[in-house]
């Protein structure tokens, strides 16, 4: 982690966007930006720093030594199994999944840990993805993650047969009610859509080996996904011709195929600021499906009572609603772990080592708003993120189910 220069640009390009972004703005005034925040976030998480969302019962990353072993989550006992689902169920599946050569513990060809490396050497990606739950309303954190696409993984089984979805689960203990689950259609484990990313099986974290508390030693990514798909602890594959989709999550009333959502999320900050002082307002922008056009925030003047605010009432639609700026990309070499460029990251380009979009795709950036001139009083502070179709947030997916991405509020007392 290292803010410094991220904080020199930022300084150096906020003067002139906050003119421009605050014009129009009828409780705000435009004067210098000396005093604007740093990125209030890092570019990477580190991996200990990311909020954990963790089932079982001990849970997988609190388990030690012999304990650890025994579960095959250490490194050197690590294994995965790729298997086919023998079912057959007419209507639904009328004929059972094959592989050629499903890998086994038993059948002493289960993968471990240093061929899945080896394999990384061949057909290595890197990816830096803004982890986030559907269901709570913060991202959990941003990490580098380094591994192996699923479809060559899938590929050592050999030739596969009646395949329509490949599920994919992690530890857990002989309890079933303790399975974490989730699944991909056949075609989005093969294909790779043109400024699309390939699903992964990550055995990096910002440069080193996933701990134990991100779901090493090895993680499935789904660049484009909520957290849900990205299965910590990775140990089994299994292709199925079901085309039903039971992922733990749609079993728990959640849209299983959702995509991350674009949408702004507000820091907490000082209650109280005195007057004469700016109101300084920061966040996270995480960029999703339909990318990030722009962050903007609305002031809200209130008495003591204000009531709640809905996300479409009249009132909050209208604003005036003002452009945030989104701090701008890093000096690379500065946030990357040692060695490693930015030109060998997806989703930036390969020749000049620029990312291809800002924010990153599925990647999350920070953004600030330095609100100066409120007069004495009780404030509300939202922002919301408006996506590259031209939609404000919460739309267009306003359904809580297919990811929480309500407009997030804070309040202040300028006094
Ligand atoms: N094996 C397993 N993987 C899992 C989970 C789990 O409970 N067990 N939770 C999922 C959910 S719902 C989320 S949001 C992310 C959280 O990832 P993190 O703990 O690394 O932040 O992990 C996902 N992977
Ligand atoms: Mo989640």
Known sequence: MNDRSSRRRFLQKSTALT???????????????????????????????????????????????????????????????????????PPHVRQPAELDRPLTIEGGNALDLPRLIALGR????????????????????????EGVPLRDVLRLCGRMNNVRRIYYRGFHNNDPGQIFQSSLSYTQVMETPPGELPVFLAFKLNGEPIPLIRGGPVRMIVPWAHGFKSIKWLQQIFVTNDHRINDTYALQNNDPDSALKTAAYVDD?????????????????????????????????????????????????????????????????????????????????????????WPLRYGMASYSAVIRGLKPGIYELRSRAVDLNGFAQPEPRAQRKAGKNNIQVRSVTVI
Not at 62 to 69: C, I, P, Q, T
Not at 134 to 141: D, E, K, Q, R, S
Not at 334 to 354: A, M, N, S, Y
Request: hydrophobic content about 40%; charged content about 25%; overall charge negative.
């Open 269 to 357: 900050g000082p209650k109280e600021v005195a007057r004469g002082e700016p109101v300084v307002l920061t966040g996270l922008v995480i960029s999703g499906l339909s990318g990030v056009k722009r962050v903007e925030y609305w002031v809200r003047e209130v008495g003591t009572d204000a009531g709640r605010l809905a996300d479409d009432d009249p009132e909050l639609l209208r604003g005036p609603w003002i452009p945030c700026e989104i701090t701008p990309p890093p000096e690379w070499d500065e946030v990357l772990p040692p060695g490693l460029r930015p030109h060998d990251i997806l989703g930036f380009d390969r020749t000049t080592g620029q990312p291809l979009t």
């Open 122 to 145: 061949e057909h290595g990606v890197k990816f830096i993805k803004a982890m986030q739950c559907l269901n709570i309303a913060t991202p959990l954190g941003q990490g580098l993650w």
């Open 19 to 89: 003119a421009s972004a605050l014009a129009g703005g009828v409780t705000a005034s435009a004067q210098d930006a000396k005093a604007a925040p740093p990125a209030p976030h890092p570019v990477l998480t580190p991996a200990e720093d990311f909020e954990t969302v963790a089932r079982g019962n001990p849970k997988p990353h609190s388990l030690r030594g012999e304990a650890l072993v025994k579960a095959r989550l250490a490194p050197e006992t690590w294994r995965l199994e790729i298997t086919a689902d023998p079912k057959v169920e």
